[in-house]
Each structure stands twice: as C-alpha cells, then as structure tokens.
C-alpha cells in the first residue's frame, strides 16, 4: 500500500509557473502525474522509473519537468509556461506496470486525491 498526497496547486496565469509536489509512503517502479480537465478522460504528464528515466507527454515536452527525491520520497513536477489548457485536476500515481505503457492510467495502482491547477488570465 502507498498513500500519495499531493500539494502545491493554485490558480496562475498564462505563461507563469507551478510546482506540484506528492509526498508518498513508499515507492514503486513508476512515479508519476496525470491530469484530468472536465468532460475529458485523465492523461498521463509526466512518469519517472525507478532509475530515473523519464517520459512526458508531447504537450508538456520542454515546458514540465518532472523528478524525485528519493531522501524524502517526494515526487516533485515542475510546470513552466502553463497554457489555459494545462487548467485540470493533477493526480500523483504509483505502479508497477509496463514501461511500454507508463503514460497510461492502467499502469498504476495508488492514486493521490489531487490539487486543481487553473490556468487563465
């Protein structure tokens, strides 16, 4: 069992800056945030491997960055140049699924109760 418990949202303008942070009970294979905006399906962001690798979503590519600190078991997402449609609710989530697959909802088992993040001018 992991308990995940995210902070660190609000309300920002276009173009301004974000950092989410999720603290966890433990770790697994994957780490990661997905976010989920009214009327549409939830979508991974960002996933982090235990080793460290990385995989982003195309929409957030250069802009969000994503990383752990493994010390404190805080999974941190660092959001720049935030667009109106980055505006969701964002889940951290921990599995143990596939790599191949580690943007998608299925690979994960723990799933934090979310902050909302607004985007708008």
């Known amino acids: 069992q992991v308990q995940l418990l995210e902070s660190g949202g609000g309300s920002v303008q276009p173009g301004g800056s974000l950092r989410l942070s999720c603290e966890a009970s433990g770790s697994r294979y994957l780490m990661g945030w997905f976010r989920q905006a009214p009327g549409k399906e939830r979508e991974g962001v960002a996933v982090?491997?235990?080793?460290?690798?990385?995989s982003y979503a195309d929409s957030v590519k250069g802009r969000f960055t994503i990383s752990k600190d493994n010390a404190k078991n805080t999974l941190i997402l660092q959001m720049n140049s935030l667009k109106p449609e980055d505006t969701a609710m964002y889940y951290c989530a921990a599995g143990d699924g596939s790599w191949v697959r580690s943007l998608a909802a299925l690979s994960f088992r723990y799933w934090g109760q979310g902050t909302q993040v607004t985007v708008s001018s």
């Open positions: 982090i491997r235990s080793d460290g690798v990385k």
